[in-house]
């Protein structure tokens, strides 16, 4: 059975720096692209980016509202993603959550539980 | 960036009645190269994690009742949930993996009328 959990997640003042971990069993990790998806307390869904695999060089892609703040990378050996988040903003409060790519990388078929990342003074 | 619109926000639909559920995007997320539409529709319970429940546009994810179905094409697609059971009530969200970024609609909610 696939598992992701996230953790790291807390209180931190504007202009700080969070690191989100997601460790995942069940599945091949090293084959598969990763990513992170937040929620906004009472609002939608919003796709942060992605680590894609080995084969594909780790590249990473991301969202224009995180680009160049935010940083996601991989530890196949420890099953494990991260997400660094820094010159955060309030408005990067929400429930961050780990996600598994299918098989073609393209939707999700597993999430975490989530990890709440509240930014406020 | 492709945008998904869903609609309606939100319905109340009776136990046992249909529950239809519209997501357009801006442009086609019709894929010629492997013929499929790159359209999910998730299920999201207060709480919890948003659970896949459609990928393809049609096909059902494992283990998710065949009282969903999913259909549409190119720009259009619909959400069907055919007999509404209580255990229904949720936010449902439409997804495009046809390019970067990955874009959600604003969610349905479902509700029990």
């Known amino acids: 059975e696939v598992h992701l959990v996230e953790s790291g997640g807390g209180l931190v003042q504007p202009g700080g720096s969070l690191r989100l971990s997601c460790a995942a069993s069940?599945?091949?990790?090293?084959?598969?692209?990763m990513d992170w998806v937040r929620q906004a307390p009472g609002e939608g869904l919003e796709w942060v980016g992605r680590?894609?695999?080995?084969?594909?060089?780790?590249?990473?892609e991301y969202a224009a509202s995180v680009k160049g703040r935010f940083t996601i990378s991989r530890d196949d050996s420890q099953n494990s993603v991260f997400l660094q988040m820094n010159s955060l903003r309030t408005e990067d409060t929400a429930v961050y959550f780990c996600?598994?790519?299918?098989?073609?990388?393209?939707?999700?078929?597993?999430w975490g539980q989530g990890s709440l990342v509240t930014v406020s003074s | 960036d492709i945008v998904m619109t869903q609609s309606p926000d939100s319905l109340a639909v009776s136990l046992g009645e249909r529950a239809t559920i519209n997501c357009k995007s801006s442009?086609?997320?019709?894929?010629?190269?492997?013929?499929?539409?790159?359209l999910g529709w998730y299920q999201q319970k207060p709480g919890q994690p948003p659970k896949l429940l459609i990928y393809?546009?049609?096909t059902r994810e494992s283990g998710v009742p065949d009282r969903f179905s999913g259909s549409g094409s190119g720009t259009d697609f619909t959400l069907t949930i055919s007999s509404l059971q209580a255990e229904d009530v949720a936010v449902y969200y439409c997804?495009?993996?046809?390019?970067?970024?990955?874009?959600f609609g604003q969610g349905t909610k479902v509700e029990i009328k």
């Open positions: 997804q495009q993996y046809y390019s970067i970024p990955r874009t």
């Open positions: 069940g599945f091949t990790f090293s084959d598969h692209y």
């Open positions: 996600a598994r790519d299918s098989s073609s990388g393209a939707y999700f078929p597993n």
């Open positions: 393809g546009a049609s």
């Open positions: 680590i894609k695999n080995k084969a594909k060089s780790y590249i990473t």
């Open positions: 442009q086609s997320v019709f894929y010629s190269s492997n013929n499929k539409n790159q």
